[in-house]
């Protein structure tokens, strides 16, 4: 079928957008008309050719109404709402422990822009597209999607709005109340103030955390973020040693850190932030051969725990429910710190998102 898509190319520093054809589901397959697509950092460094190579669709945080399904398909049927997270197996022992963020073949079902078979579901011509992304590839009015992917949308949850709990906002949140599971009373250091830090902010005051710190440039979402429920707040230009600010509020460290910058330094001098026996957990994406923060003779005379997430240790099924009634009940206001943009506007989106002029942006069809 005709599908408009923004598309990554070599040598084009911004998204194209094109008529391209998309493959009719296969029996493990379901076709999503696309409603709203979060733009997630992964997405940008994706756009280099770092993941997946050139040309692709990308996109991997959609939401829509399940268009059809293949025969093999059970959990979902067309006119289903769903919100589309990334892809596992299901199969492996990982994913059979309830650990599907960490399925043995994650690089392949997410990464490689093309079925595990090799095909690829999206052409032009006789051009074909990398496709596939995240199982979704969702930068397009219409995506293909697998059955551990999708989760379904109450009636009363803004559907164009959910596509990020799929990945951002549960890689933040499931940080905090999963992976580290911070324990209430307990303090927390969270670098950064973007999406998937202010998401952990939210996590964290499910919680019940009794500290929640956050390091964070943008005043806006300074402000932001002790609206969410951050106790404090630090300005790096008024407080450039970490260290010294942290402990002036907490003066024995944090019990947790979390980190979704990805920069080496403040990883660095986050370890002298931290209570004996703290974690320190890391989604950031940092520079290929980064070193793992710390002293390891520190870290073994305090016991810390320097721990690598992904997707917040989710499980979709399971955590994506609980963030959507969390919203219902008012407790996790993810909405608040969405803009929404047309799809045409992927550009001038990822630039205001890039200066700080946002802090989520969700994309809306309009073409």
Known sequence: MEITAAVAREGQEEFSFEKLELDEPRADEILVKVVGVGLCHTDIV?????????????????????????????????GDRVAISFRSCGECRKCKAGEPAYCLTMPMLNYIGMRPDGSKSIHKGSEDLGSNFF?????????LTYERNVVKVPNDVPLELVGPLGCGVQTGAGSIMRSMACEEGSSLLILGGGAVGLSAVM??????????IVLEPHEARRKMALEFGATHVIDPKESPDLA?????????????????????????????????????????ISPPGTPVPGDMGLVM???????GIIEGDSEPDVFIPEMMELYRQGRFPFDKMIRTYPFSEINRAIAEQHHGDCVKVVLLMDV
């Open 203 to 212: 996590g964290a005051k499910v919680q019940k955390c009794g500290t929640i």
């Open 135 to 143: 199982g979704q590839s969702s930068f397009a009015t219409y995506c």
């Open 46 to 78: 994706a756009k280099t050719g770092a993941i997946g190579g050139l040309p692709i669709v990308l996109g991997h945080e959609g939401s829509g109404i399940v268009e059809k399904t293949g025969s093999a398909v059970t959990k979902v049927k067309a």
């Open 301 to 307: 005379t305090f016991g810390h725990i320097i721990k």
């Open 244 to 284: 010294v600010a942290v402990r002036a509020i907490l003066e024995h460290g944090v019990d947790y850190a979390f980190d979704t910058t990805g920069i080496p330094d403040l990883q660095q001098a986050t370890m002298n932030c931290l209570a004996p026996h703290a974690t320190f957990g890391i989604v950031g």
